[in-house]
């Protein structure tokens, strides 16, 4: 085989084609001179390189042409908003390599040098420029290792790797996004500093008002339903300045209101408005809709979004989730604006938030577009530190959970009033310890009722209820107890 030069490369890249245009910003193409060339300008990115005069239309003419192409290069990684379960990881994209970005995000693990086989947070974006994403599923009063991470046709590359300690759980009450207002490691939400530093993350946890003008380079949190009346004026600074200013929303209701002003950033070249500057995990998440996140009324430039995951139609909309000390147990009450395909909710608990029990299972409404609201009463926190989650499963099996919710308890909870299980005539035996009135479920695996019982007991020793459990499959039943505003609840076996 003879091999010459006479020919002209087109190397890695794809020849300019009219078709593909607009070309991205730093797609690599090679031209009909034989030349490769960066998209350095979008808008004129349709034109063909080797005949716009000067490469002033839209093309750079690479320093080497028809080199090989390398493995993209990453900026410096940071770790922001670091609480006891969600941290962000922040990185950028610097070059593409002179191949097409094709995946690129944060990875994260316990050991130092975390790769794409470790935990992996993928951007949606396979652009060059800063991006950022969430770590979720965190373990309290860890240490993480993260690098951010990019891959084009040659390989992946990381960045250099840097560090971060979560915070204990009993530190982390108020909201599920890295905020509480009682941690004294975050700025206080009540006085807002003329300049909020790339370092600084402020929590918005209730409604407030800020009057004064305000530079944000670092992270502004909102959650709670909060509101933020802007008389003042609020500034974004971001990568187009070397910053990393970002307003996060942790659900659908948070809003900022008023009539002052709010001057959003450019990305880094400068092309268009950056989404970075504002990121919201609510599951209805419109990033064309303004009106989600800023009031009509406010004086607005240069503003952009991001939703957090990409807008989607989630099986459940859940619009609150909480869990709540009540006597002597634990409320734990949760709301949907829609359903579909939902077949049951698991109430789940656990004393370390790392191992979990499903203490209920809550029937579904199948597919809904109502507002639906949900409780279960937990009688039996064995902790001093109890935590909550749901997992919702759809009639196909495939599940979701929820934030975690922290409830503390002064002392150990009451005894549970129900006394179950399964006695030798071929029943279900529910020994009740109060008096008063109520009903008592069965319910199944699956969080189908099987069995129902009213009862009026005027004895301070309780009563029995008998429940027939020969048409019942052998597995785990529910007693659930109703009686007096509050929810009890016990597991019990029918083995056959």
Not at 3 to 18: D, M, R, Y
Not at 201 to 209: A, K, Q, S, W, Y
Not at 248 to 263: A, R
Not at 386 to 403: E, F, H, M, P
Request: charged content about 15%.
């Amino acid at each position: 085989m003879i091999i010459t030069n006479e020919s002209k490369a087109q190397c890695l890249n794809p020849l300019w084609n009219i078709s593909d245009a607009p070309y991205t910003l730093n797609e690599v193409v090679s031209a009909s001179d034989g030349n490769d060339y960066f998209c350095k300008d979008i808008g004129q990115g349709h034109l063909d390189p080797a005949t716009a005069t000067g490469q002033t239309y839209g093309w750079t003419l690479q320093s080497n042409p028809c080199a090989t192409a390398t493995t993209p290069t990453l900026g410096a990684t940071t770790a922001a908003g670091v609480y006891c379960r969600t941290a962000f990881g922040n990185s950028s994209v610097t070059t593409t390599g002179g191949s097409a970005i094709t995946a690129r995000g944060i990875v994260f693990s316990t050991s130092t040098a975390p790769t794409t086989a470790d935990d992996v947070v993928k951007d949606d974006y396979n652009v060059v420029g800063p991006y950022s994403a969430l770590l979720d599923n965190l373990s309290p009063e860890t240490t993480y290792f993260i690098r951010g991470y990019a891959t084009n046709s040659i390989g992946t590359e990381y960045s250099t790797e840097t560090s971060f300690t979560t915070d204990a759980d009993v530190d982390c009450a108020d909201c599920n996004l890295a905020c509480d207002k009682t941690d004294a490691t975050l700025l206080n939400p009540a006085t807002w500093p003329m300049v909020i530093a790339t370092t600084d993350t402020l929590c918005v946890t209730e409604d407030i008002t800020v009057s004064t003008g305000v530079t944000v380079r670092g992270t502004v949190k909102i959650c709670n339903d909060a509101q933020v009346t802007l008389t003042g004026s609020i500034t974004m600074e971001g990568a187009n300045t070397g910053f990393e200013g970002q307003i996060i929303y942790e659900g659908c209701n948070e809003m900022f209101i008023g009539t002052g002003s709010y001057t959003g950033y450019r990305t880094a070249d400068n092309s268009e408005n950056d989404g970075d500057q504002m990121l919201s995990y609510c599951s209805t998440c419109d990033n064309t809709d303004r009106s989600q996140f800023l009031a009509n009324e406010l004086v607005v430039a240069w503003w952009a979004a991001e939703c957090r995951p990409e807008s989607q139609l989630l099986p459940v909309e859940l619009i609150t989730f909480n869990a709540e000390k009540q006597n002597h147990g634990a409320i734990i009450t949760w709301t949907t604006g829609s359903e579909i395909n939902n077949d049951y909710f698991n109430v789940q608990t656990s004393i370390d938030g790392i191992n979990w029990i499903t203490i209920a299972m809550v029937q579904g409404a199948g597919n809904s577009s109502d507002e639906i609201h949900y409780s279960f009463f937990d009688n039996e926190p064995i902790s001093e530190i109890q935590y909550y989650r749901l997992t919702q499963v759809d009639y196909d099996g495939t599940s979701t959970k929820s934030n975690i919710k922290t409830v503390k308890f002064e002392n150990k909870a009451s005894i549970n009033p129900i006394i179950a299980f399964t006695n030798s005539n071929n029943e279900i035996e529910v020994q009740l310890g109060l008096n008063g009135f109520g009903k008592v479920y069965i319910i199944d695996a699956r969080g189908r009722f099987v069995g129902q019982q009213n009862f009026i007991s005027v004895d301070k020793n309780g009563t029995t209820l008998k429940f027939n459990h020969s048409e019942l499959s052998k597995g785990i039943y529910f007693v659930n107890l109703i009686s007096n505003n509050q929810r009890f609840s016990q597991k019990v076996s029918v083995i056959k």
